[in-house]
């Protein structure tokens, strides 16, 4: 088998158990509970829920209504890459925007073909009484970096608790580049940051050491893959240097229970653990093309 075969068996695999796990953990919202997305009030994921909530809460604030307000007569376009079930896109579409949704999962426990219930509820909203100014929402099952798109298609391209399962940060960057207009804006939302290299490091290790606890038979499938795991500002400013791209954090107040974390790790003496918060890069050179 040749190394392409072999990574191309090793993605089916875990395209496949990753499902299976997702599924296993509770995460094939339907119903009323899918379109209530991020803001789930009950059930054993809504305090999770509730953190990436504030996440885009300050995503829709800070970068989503400044970006329609640019766009002007015309509707704002979006890319949301690694979309999952599409949450992110329709509340953006209910907003106004065009909103693509792409995720190499097109299953229907969180994946895009769990996004058709919000298709047709856009679809209801816009022929709805009151002429309601409705968006679009369109899904493409493809990866990060081959993105099936025109050069400079988007005003905005956000990786929705998705960079962290880049394989190859620097290229994944340049394919999200590519497909943002000039002066757009690129955003990385919900992916595990670390102040330190070393922390991120750590989890990363206690993860392989758990995994067979963690994950059961699905184990194999599901850490085979080299993806990068965490991000750090030095590695995402060293990723984006040939591209021009600087970032800035918008540090987001997530519930009480979250920002006690850090205390809470250093009382039991364990390592710092991640934060989320809102990263938006701006291209400096506009016209920087890839040789």
């Known amino acids: 088998m040749s190394a392409d ?7 089916a695999r875990f395209r496949a158990e990753y499902g299976a796990h997702r599924a296993a953990e ?16 009950a059930g054993p994921l809504a305090r999770q829920w509730a953190v990436r909530a504030r996440s885009f809460d300050a995503f829709v604030r800070l970068v989503l209504v400044p970006a329609a ?55 209801a909203a816009r022929g709805g009484e ?30 929705n608790a998705a960079l962290h399962y880049a394989v190859d940060l620097t290229a994944v960057l340049w394919e999200a580049r590519r497909v943002l207009r000039a002066g757009g804006r690129l955003v990385v939302l919900d ?5 330190r290299d070393a922390a991120g490091a750590a989890m990363v290790a206690e993860k392989r050491r758990d995994a067979a606890a963690r994950f059961g038979d699905r184990a194999d499938a599901l ?4 993806f990068v795991e965490y991000l750090t500002r030095e590695r995402l400013e060293h990723a ?20 006690a974390r850090p205390l809470v790790a250093w009382l039991r003496r364990r390592r710092p653990p991640s934060r989320f918060d809102l990263w938006v890069g701006a291209d400096e050179h506009p016209t920087n093309v890839r040789n």
């Open 130 to 159: 009151g002429g309601r100014a409705v968006g679009r929402m369109t899904r493409v099952a493809a990866s990060f970096d081959a993105l099936p798109v025109a050069d400079g298609s988007f005003d905005v391209v956000v990786f």
């Open 5 to 11: 075969a072999g990574a191309t068996s090793a993605l």
């Open 191 to 195: 992916s595990p940051f670390y102040a």
């Open 69 to 123: 307000r640019d766009a002007r007569a015309r509707p704002l376009r979006l890319l949301d890459v690694g979309a999952g079930n599409g949450w992110l896109s329709y509340r953006a579409a209910l907003a106004g925007a065009h909103a693509m949704a792409v995720d190499f999962r097109d299953d229907e426990v969180d994946g895009l073909g769990a996004a058709a219930a919000y298709v047709r509820a856009l679809d």
């Open 240 to 259: 984006s240097a040939e591209i021009g791209l600087v970032w800035r954090r918008h540090r987001v107040r997530y519930p009480l229970w979250y920002e």
């Open 26 to 41: 509770g995460r094939a919202h339907t119903g009323a509970e899918l379109l209530a997305l991020p803001y789930l009030a």
């Open 223 to 226: 850490m085979a893959l080299p």
